[in-house]
Nanobody, 115 residues
Framework: QVQLVESGGGLVQAGGSLRLSCAASLSMSRFKAMGWYRQAPGKQRELVSTITNGGNTNYADSVKGRFTISRDNAQNTMYLQMNSLKPEDTAVYSC?????????WGQGTRVTVSS
């Protein structure tokens, strides 16, 4: 059973930074892609960023230039570095990992950006 555990969320002022982590219970080489979604109160879930096993990355337009996704295969951990945070970045952030047939999810970590 794959487990993904997020950490790093919290309360930060606008303009500040946070780094989210997503630790996998097994080797990330098993996953063809990983990424982050977020869901703000009253809004639909939004795909924030993805990273493939080959290291290719994609970002939502709303976070381009501010967020950076990365993965440390040795630590079985994926990161989302979030800079220049805005109040509209407030949401629950969830990581996912795609194995061949299944998408695995973490439990989510809350990010609150105060103005």
């Amino acid at each position: 059973q794959v487990q993904l555990v997020e950490s790093g969320g919290g309360l930060v002022q606008a303009g500040g930074s946070l780094r989210l982590s997503c630790a996998a219970s097994l080797s990330m080489s098993r996953f063809k892609a990983m990424g982050w979604y977020r869901q703000a109160p009253g809004k639909q879930r939004e795909l924030v960023s993805t990273i493939t096993n080959g290291g290719n990355t994609n970002y939502a337009d709303s976070v381009k230039g501010r967020f950076t996704i990365s993965r440390d295969n040795a630590q079985n951990t994926m990161y989302l570095q979030m800079n220049s945070l805005k109040p509209e970045d407030t949401a629950v952030y969830s990581c996912y990992a795609d194995s061949q047939f299944v998408r695995h999810w973490g439990q989510g970590t809350r990010v609150t950006v105060s103005s």
